[in-house]
């Protein structure tokens, strides 16, 4: 790589690495994933950045290579076999102090639960401002699709917390 590009890689990446991050630990829920999956974007980035950095909008395509890494381990891990899932603790147990750690987990927990693709289409619509017609360009699919999977996702996350909110079921008086 010659120096100029090398220069304009690194700044990259002090720009755009913690956005590519947060978009990582939102899509798998887990911060050392995210953390290999960033790692593996900027090194294909590198190889490429020629290429890239010539590209209207090398972000973009960052974010395309991100997800596209985290399908590929989410098609590997869905043929390896099942998640097991982390207890839960009742919130009503937890300090007021710490409601805003419990919600955040219970969101990552609710988006983990979520098909990949509709997962994908919320982080990047509520969390990365992305457009519905850029998102559906950065993913090869309609804004139909987008806005499909977007309205999904958000019912099925809607459904997950009105049931959590209801408790236990099955034990009650009449």
Known sequence: M?????????????????ALFRTAVL??????QAEDLVQSTLER???HWRTV?????????ARRVLVNLV??????????G????????DP???HDAYQQIVSRD????????????????????????????EIAAALGIRESTVRSQAARGLAKLRAAAADKAAGPTGGGTR
């Open 2 to 18: 010659r120096p100029d590009d090398m220069a304009e890689f690194s700044a990259f990446v002090r720009a755009r690495s913690g």
């Open 71 to 80: 399908y590929d381990r989410h098609r590997t891990r869905r043929a390896g």
């Open 92 to 94: 009503a147990s937890q």
């Open 82 to 89: 099942a998640e097991v899932p982390l207890p839960h603790d």
């Open 106 to 133: 219970e969101l990552m927990r609710g988006l983990r639960a979520l098909p990949v693709n509709m997962r994908t289409v919320l982080v990047l619509r509520y969390f990365d401002d992305m457009a519905d017609a």
């Open 53 to 61: 950095s010539r590209a209207q909008a090398p972000e973009a395509y």
């Open 45 to 47: 980035l590198c190889r």
């Open 27 to 32: 899509l798998t829920g887990e911060r050392g």
